[in-house]
């Protein structure tokens, strides 16, 4: 499961956004997003920002988010 924070990151890839882009917006350091960005790709076992993107337009972002509720 992704944490809150990756999927901010995961939402700001999918407007294409630079790590040095999401870093600003989330106000951490962009290391931080690396560390984000790979750790996303590893929970999809996807090996690019563009697999994650396409992996994730499959899903339904309701089912996305209610996964991370738990429910």
């Known amino acids: 499961k ?3 924070q990756q999927l901010r990151v995961l939402q700001m ?3 294409g956004l630079l790590n040095k882009q999401i870093a600003y917006e989330l ?3 962009e290391t931080t997003v690396k560390a984000h960005v790979s750790e ?3 929970k999809l076992n996807v090996y690019s920002r563009t697999q994650a993107v396409i992996e994730v337009s499959k899903l339904d972002n309701a ?3 209610r996964d991370q509720a738990g429910f």
Do not use: S
């Open 27 to 29: 106000q951490v350091g």
């Open 13 to 15: 890839l999918r407007q």
């Open 63 to 65: 089912e996305l988010f």
């Open 40 to 42: 996303i790709l590893r």
């Open 2 to 4: 992704l944490t809150p």
